[in-house]
């Protein structure tokens, strides 16, 4: 019953992640600050994006390169935990450097549920060692790699292609 009320919960702290009104393009910025807000990447309250148009390649690319700056970010991160209500497992709670690199996969996939959770794990090694230091640097050195490479593909090329961001890298989402 714990994990089942767990797995809700997080899952339900996802939804409300959503911006609302993805379809439809705003035609507007927003600042670094407003895209970190939205993994709580900031200690005051910050007005969110609200309408992310994330066939915008302007827009997805600004929300990327803003959420990359939180490396480093161990305070508490949105959204946390499990993505969808098959998971089992209690996951720990993301710090807001682990929750950017799920955000941005979010952008790029258009989509929350991409993985199990917001939970990085080294490939490999057998355990489920979430969110360990070297998995997350790792992550962070590919997915900089990466959002070079689609920068220069261009935004759907690279998903129609399925670059990953963590390709060729020892990390993956559980």
């Known amino acids: 019953m714990k994990i089942l009320i767990s797995c809700c919960v ?5 939804w409300l992640m959503l911006p609302i ?38 827009e997805v690319f600004e929300g990327i390169e803003c959420l990359l700056k ?11 935990g499990a993505t969808h209500m098959a998971v089992s497992d209690i996951l720990p709670s993301a710090a807001v450097e682990v929750s950017a690199l799920h955000y ?31 998995a997350i640097s790792l992550a962070y050195k590919s997915y900089r790699e990466w959002f070079v490479k689609i920068k220069e593909t261009g935004l759907k090329e690279a998903r129609e292609k399925k670059i990953d961001p963590l390709e060729g890298s020892a990390v993956k989402w559980y």
């Open 10 to 14: 997080s899952v339900f702290a996802v």
């Open 21 to 58: 009104g993805i379809v439809g393009s705003t035609n507007m910025t927003h600042t670094c600050e407003s895209w970190q807000g939205l993994v709580g990447g900031q200690e005051k309250p910050v007005q969110t994006p609200s309408n992310i148009d994330l066939d915008n390649e302007a």
């Open 70 to 80: 939180l490396e480093g970010n161990k305070s508490h991160g949105t959204p946390s």
């Open 104 to 134: 941005i996969s979010y952008l790029y996939y258009k989509r929350f549920d991409y993985a199990n959770g917001v939970a990085l794990v080294l490939s490999g090694d057998g355990s489920n060692d979430f969110n360990s230091q070297e």
